[in-house]
Nanobody
Framework: QVQLVESGGGLVQAGGSLRLSCVAS????????MGWYRQAPGKQRELVAV???????NYADSVKGRFTISRGNAENTVYLQMNSLKPEDTAVYYC??????????????WGQGTQVTVSS
């Protein structure tokens, strides 16, 4: 069983910062890409940022220059540093990872989501 658990969401004023964390646990053999998605009310889930196993990153245009994705030293953790937050960043943020678990193939896993609310 593989789990992704997010933390770090909350309420912040516009211009403020938050740091999201996501930890993968279970019988993990290897982790490839890890990323963050978000879904605002009435909208489709969208990619925010992704980081490959080699450390390459990609960002949605709407967050470039404000958000930074990184992986922890243990490689089973991914962070999203969010600066200069705007009300339009308000959404549920989901962690996503491509993981090979012992005895299983490679699958995409999702966390349960963490709410980020930015007030104007």
């Amino acid at each position: 069983q593989v789990q992704l658990v997010e933390s770090g969401g909350g309420l912040v004023q516009a211009g403020g910062s938050l740091r999201l964390s996501c930890v993968a646990s279970g019988r993990i053999f290897s982790i490839n890409n890890m990323g963050w998605y978000r879904q605002a009310p009435g909208k489709q889930r969208e990619l925010v940022a992704v980081i490959t196993g080699g450390g390459s990153t990609n960002y949605a245009d709407s967050v470039k220059g404000r958000f930074t994705i990184s992986r922890g030293n243990a490689e089973n953790t991914v962070y999203l540093q969010m600066n200069s937050l705007k009300p339009e960043d308000t959404a549920v943020y989901y962690c996503n990872a491509r993981i090979s678990a012992y005895g299983l193939g490679e699958y995409t896993y999702w966390g349960q989501g963490t709410q980020v609310t930015v007030s104007s």
